[in-house]
């Protein structure tokens, strides 16, 4: 039973626009949520994250956003370049504990 | 670079064999987590330790084993391997133990096992 949801795996984006990458969650247990991306033969890098009394959490090009009634998580990229493509994995982690879950990651490709 | 460091990269290993992966977390971080990265499959949590001690455990197999040492490297060991348990394995440490919120795991870049 997957309890993150990365529903897309994979987006093409034009350089310059904006990148939308979804994540659905079943969890209401989830009490903080993180972005990590992911470059071929690289571990997953920290990017953004939000916790669960927000609704929105911006970082430069970067901005999170939590809609908590329809249990879902979207991260904004903009503008978009070609240095963001890469694997964007989704997480969750259950309150009060230390126990992460991760979707399944979406491929963005950002073109030039 | 992370800080984290994973040896081996790559493990080429038949059926049946045991394996050892070894972890160092980030200079000053406390927690060490284990994830397990198949084709196609998002990360799965196998085990976290914090600061010497089993804190949390996934979808961890019983043929499969952690430890956290004193100078808090930590190894994954993995026997009676299969083929299905061939996968990237992921490091990652953080400073406390995971539950404060704005904590972040900072990942290695992985070992590669390919069980043939």
């Known amino acids: 039973d997957q309890q993150v949801k990365q529903n897309s795996p994979s987006l093409s984006v034009q350089e310059g626009r904006i990148s939308i990458l979804n994540c659905d969650y079943t969890?209401?247990?989830?009490?903080?949520f993180l972005w990590y991306k992911k470059y071929p033969a690289e571990g997953p890098t920290f990017l953004i994250s939000i916790s669960s009394i927000k609704d929105k959490n911006e970082d430069g090009r970067f901005t999170v956003f939590l809609n908590k009634s329809a249990k879902h998580l979207s991260l904004h990229i903009v503008p978009s370049q070609p240095g963001d493509s890469a694997v964007y994995f989704c997480?969750?982690?259950?309150?009060?504990?230390?126990?992460?879950?991760f979707g399944t990651g979406t491929r963005l490709k950002v073109l030039a | 670079d992370s800080g984290v460091t994973q040896t081996p990269k790559h493990l080429i290993t038949a059926t049946g064999q045991r394996v050892t992966l070894r972890c160092s977390p980030r200079s000053g971080d406390l927690s060490v987590y284990w994830y397990q990265q198949s084709l196609d499959q998002g990360l799965q949590f196998l085990i976290q330790?914090?600061?010497?001690?089993?804190?949390a455990k996934g979808n961890i197999l019983e043929r499969f084993s952690a430890q956290q040492f004193p100078d808090l490297h930590s190894e994954l060991n993995l026997s009676s391997l299969e083929l299905g348990d061939s996968a990237l394995y992921f490091c990652?440490?953080?400073?406390?133990?995971?539950?404060?919120?704005?904590?972040?795991?900072?990942f290695g870049p992985g070992t590669r096992l390919l069980v043939l």
């Open positions: 969890n209401s247990m989830f009490d903080y």
């Open positions: 330790y914090y600061n010497g001690e089993e804190r």
């Open positions: 990652a440490s953080s400073p406390s133990w995971g539950a404060e919120v704005g904590e972040t795991q900072y």
């Open positions: 997480a969750a982690r259950f309150s009060g504990t230390y126990k992460y879950i």
